[in-house]
DNA sequence: TCCAATCATATTGTATACAATAAGATCTCG
DNA sequence: CGAGATCTTATTGTATACAATATGATTGGA
């Protein structure tokens, strides 16, 4: 029935890979070589190289000439043009989605919602994993809403790096009502189709995410430049 | 002194495929071949693949496992979506060089104003090539001067579709006058400080371009779906 | 004659071998 | 003992050979 579906090695790889970096497996800096990488996927370096180039396309590795890829590590200014971007790019695309969102989009974003609230505020302590699962996708979604192919590569590529630093766990529990609130604000502006609210919710609700995530940084351990996860290995 | 900075044959490979996708080489939907172009630069497949991919990731090309890559075409629904994200970005941008522009930033740009205006209006005939490349550093040096990296390189993917296109052969005299008109509103906003109006004024300004490209191309050619180029030769 | 299955061929995907480069180690000379 | 040049080695860059896949032609049957 369904046709075997044969992988190709370098798609493989480049999931695998992925993985790894928001699993945070690498420390940020963690110079990537590519034959360990193809020995432990048991494939050649060919494929590797593949991935690692996409990879680099998606600025979740840096690459230079002779010297391979590194694991990016993110920086406060990092931070901060990425929120930048973000706030612009998912602002104007929850207006977009309050003028074009049909019913059964506006359904799963409800739903979504109460998931994230149920995550967030269900049990003794927040579903962090969980939470960041339903998050992207109710963002994914309205941006999706919005009817724009090529808006949804350029969120998608600014949205997975906080991904990687963990975001959520840095909401303590008044910051994660606030989101919770705000994404019901959202919902019910798109639902009404009222775009200026949309706008200015989701605006609201980036800036706040932003500022979490300065807060945290500069606040924690003294002079840590870069923000990355705790490395399970090769911390190079 | 200068090394010989011997360089990479996939970047080779890179520039010479993109520059011939600017110059309308290949038309929209033609299908490139990687050994083709590879004995053409006289390097192998692998760096020719390498290039494609990176092409791919821009969006120049579109790429289906096992059937390679073939040459974008733009369709009204394509430019719709494009100048929609320039709406939001270059606006913000504009905004963000109000507040940070420096000096020597500013007089660069009205430099710039003022060539592009020679080059429009200097001689018996615009010189469309003239105007596509400094309008191009134009918009460039205002998103640079936003200071904000990250936007740089989503910008710069967005700017390069609609020179494909030979965007501004598709202006009238009117149309350039108002866009030159533009350009010098943008260096006053910005060398004022006043970021209101260089956002104001650039959504405008880009609002312009967007209906000249959509305009043009639904009243030429009947049922021409796919704008691109006449393509010299490879036609497929 | 038309449709379907099979096969041939061109093209992409992957592996591997080799070349070129860069970083580090070692050695030499001051 | 230190600084610099040279050499070694690990890693990336490229070429080439081979495998897998998709497309189109051809053939056989209804």
Redesign the interface.
């Known amino acids: 029935m369904n046709r075997p579906e044969r992988l190709?090695a370098s798609d493989v790889a480049y999931s695998s890979i992925r993985q790894g970096l928001a699993a945070g497996r690498w420390a940020p800096g963690s110079h990537l070589r590519e034959s360990e990488l193809a020995a432990e996927l048991g494939i050649s370096r060919?494929p590797v190289?593949?991935a690692l180039?996409?990879l680099a396309?998606e600025?979740l590795v840096s690459f230079e000439?002779h010297l391979g890829v590194r694991v990016s590590g993110w920086s406060n200014h990092d931070i901060e043009?990425?929120f930048?971007?973000r706030v612009?790019?998912e602002s104007?695309a929850a207006g977009q989605a309050a003028r074009h969102a049909n019913p059964a989009q506006v359904a799963e974003l409800r739903e979504l919602a109460e998931k994230i609230e149920k995550a967030a505020f269900g049990g003794l302590e927040p579903d962090y994993v969980g939470i960041t699962e339903l998050n992207n996708r109710f963002h994914g979604l309205i941006v999706a809403a919005a009817g724009?192919?090529?808006?949804v590569?350029?969120v998608v590529t600014?949205v997975e790096i906080p991904l990687v630093v963990r975001t959520f766990a840095r909401f303590d529990r008044q910051e994660l009502a606030r989101s919770v609130s705000h994404h019901f604000d959202l919902v019910e502006a798109i639902e009404g189709g009222n775009a200026d609210w949309a706008v200015a919710v989701m605006r609201a609700h980036i800036h706040a995410g932003r500022q979490v995530m300065l807060r945290r940084s500069t606040g924690g351990e003294a002079s840590e430049k870069m923000m990355g996860v705790t490395p399970s290995r090769n911390a190079d």
Chains 1, 2 share one sequence.
């Open positions: 190709r060919t190289r593949e180039r996409k396309s600025q000439p043009e990425i930048a971007l612009e790019l104007y724009n192919q090529r808006l590569n350029l600014l």
